[in-house]
């Protein structure tokens, strides 16, 4: 989930947060304009608290932070830009999957097993009916794996090695797959969206992907109410199957998610109450965590978040001189994350460890190869490295040349707005130049950079795609993917090539998820090519931003002795991640 606003200090808090900010910026999702809770704008820009109207303030959830602008769609299969809740809410997962526990807990399905080689067995759960009434069955399940036949289905590559989806009974699915890749299996359990055979079946490839499929049918806890320009609306519906067989129950009668502009926008309502969560990045919230603000983070103190995704600067290794594994070395012992963690986050983020994977993961981290090839800020060493590699500084301006005497002058790209990342680009220019390395960092428009980065034609980039989830191989396949494409839109943007890190993370992605010991010997492997080679340099985890408050709602995900350990977000693909178990432990406030 890339999270994004403006940088915009709310007026009524800016003498609290300027301290903090250090230049810094947000990162949370850009929306829309906010307003009231009947739906209408809040006029000159202002925000009006979001309580009162149609919808009773003891008895809806206002969240934030998730929405880019007004709600587009509500197509389950479009995981990129469907309306907050449409998967989780209304739309469910087979599995629920919990990064903090790394457990699957059964949900539309009753239980799954690999019954052969080549064979997995779902069981589904009876009882469970779709939103108008009618039973869900193996029929849905085997028709919405199917839609991954279709190219545009994001999940098409799946039938790469998915033979074929065959119901045994209304309650029962044998997959057979013609390769046991048991990690992306694991994967596609609990992220696949299951949506009704009888209402679906008939649509167009263009209708599925492109069709706005407003007012959803589905299995979970929450219908479709309204929308408007600024706010997209969920009421909770009778006879959710999980009340009964679960004896779980969502607790807010509504759930109103609104679009706001910038954080100025989603710290005002926030102090204001009228938001209970913001997901937004709202800086120099540690000051408010600390003062008399009513505002909760899920650790009382830093990095104050769970993290979610790691940042990474991308070298183009087809482009010289980033195909020299020493140069690229040298860069990475040049970069200063401590100032960027400290100076631009004010420690709402965490330095990466050497090896980029996520603290969720630390049991497959393998110290040994870490401590002895790892990397960390310094200045000398970077200078060593380009000294022994040739790179020398022949005209005595401070910055070297190539080992053939060619100008280096590098560009560090981020998009523009995305104020955090512009900063962290300028300490990355800056800490590099000290040790004679000329980056220059530079700041297209997203759209821009996103053409460019997938053409191959810039020299470095951030980028942060792969999130938190059930296994680390994601974060592999990310890295080391092959064969490189023409355009390269959501993997190996570096266009490395290493045909022995590829075929260990093909043989990682067929480790069943329950034997340890042999991904921790593949992640070794790994671990130890990615640090010899440094195709790419994990620089900090982005956190999983989260600001809640107890006006209304209590007993929200925290770090705390006695409450819930859920992810606390509404983040598009989290909600099956715990988000919405979270929803069934909320409680009312006292005088909510």
């Not at 739906?39 to 206002?62: I, K």
């Not at 680009?425 to 821009?448: H, L, M, T, W």
Request: glycine letters at 8%.
């Amino acid at each position: 989930m890339r999270n994004r606003t403006r940088f915009l200090i709310p007026v009524l808090a800016a003498g609290l947060l300027s301290a903090a900010c250090s230049g810094g910026g947000g990162s949370s999702t850009p929306t829309g304009p906010a307003g009231d809770a009947t739906g209408g704008a809040a006029g000159g820009g202002a925000a009006a608290p979001a309580g009162g109207g149609a919808f009773p303030r003891n008895e809806t959830l206002y969240t934030s932070g998730t929405q880019w602008g007004p709600p587009a769609n509500w197509n389950p299969l479009r995981e990129w830009d469907f309306a907050t809740g449409t998967k989780g809410l209304v739309y469910e997962t087979l599995f629920m999957y919990d990064p903090n526990t790394d457990k699957f807990s059964p949900w539309l399905a009753e239980s799954g097993d690999w019954t052969g080689d080549l064979e997995y067995t779902l069981k589904l759960r009876k009882g469970v009916t779709w939103s108008d009434g009618k039973p869900f069955t193996a029929d849905d399940v085997i028709f919405t794996f199917e839609l991954g036949k279709m190219e545009t289905v994001p999940y098409h590559p799946l039938w790469d090695w998915m033979k074929s989806a065959d119901k045994v009974d209304d309650y029962t699915i044998k997959f057979t797959f013609t390769t046991a890749n048991h990690q992306e299996w694991a994967n596609h359990l609990y992220s696949r969206a299951i949506v009704p055979k009888h209402l679906w079946e008939g649509r167009s490839e263009d209708e599925v992907m492109n069709g706005v499929n407003e007012k959803p049918v589905g299995t979970g806890p929450y219908a479709y109410q309204s929308h408007d320009q600024d706010r997209m609306v969920w009421v909770k519906r009778d006879g959710w199957w999980a009340t009964k067989a679960l004896n779980k129950d969502v607790k807010p009668k509504y759930i109103v998610d609104i679009v706001n502009s910038s954080n100025e926008v989603a710290m005002g309502l926030l102090l204001q109450k009228g938001l209970d969560l913001s997901v937004n990045f709202l800086p120099g919230i540690a000051n408010l965590v600390k003062g008399s603000f009513g505002i909760k983070t899920y650790y009382d103190q830093p990095p104050y978040m769970l993290s979610a995704n790691t940042t990474w600067m991308w070298f183009n290794t087809a482009k010289k001189p980033m195909d020299d594994k020493a140069f690229r070395k040298a860069v990475a012992y040049a970069i200063d994350t401590k100032k960027i963690v400290e100076g631009v986050y004010g420690n709402l983020v965490k330095a990466s460890d050497p090896s980029g994977l996520l603290p969720q993961w630390d049991k497959y981290v393998d110290k040994n190869v870490t401590s002895t090839l790892g990397f960390s800020y310094n200045p000398d060493k970077a200078k060593q490295l380009l000294a022994d590699a040739g790179y020398k500084d022949r005209n005595g301006d401070g910055l070297v040349e190539s080992p053939n005497g060619a100008k280096i002058s590098l560009k560090l790209i981020v998009p523009a707005g995305w104020t955090d990342w512009m900063e962290a680009a300028r300490v990355i220019s800056s800490s590099a130049k000290a040790a004679g390395i000329d980056i220059e960092a530079d700041f297209p428009d997203y759209n821009a950079l996103v053409d460019v980065r997938n053409q191959g034609k810039f020299d470095l980039v951030l980028n942060n795609d792969k999130q938190l989830a059930n296994t680390p191989w994601l974060y592999y396949d990310y890295l080391f993917r092959l064969p490189v494409q023409k355009l390269q839109t959501t993997t190996n943007y570096g266009r490395y090539e290493n045909k022995r890190a590829w075929e260990l993370t093909q043989q990682l992605d067929r480790v069943k998820p329950d034997d340890l010991a042999g991904m921790q010997k593949i992640t070794s492997e790994l671990q130890k090519i990615q640090l010899e080679d440094m195709p790419v340099i994990p620089l900090w985890y982005n956190g999983l931003w989260s600001q809640t408050t107890d006006s209304v709602w209590k007993n929200w995900p925290s770090s705390a002795p006695n409450t819930p350990k859920y992810p606390p977000t509404v983040w598009r693909n989290w909600l099956e991640m715990g988000g919405t178990l979270m929803l069934t432990e909320l409680q009312p406030a006292s005088g909510g």
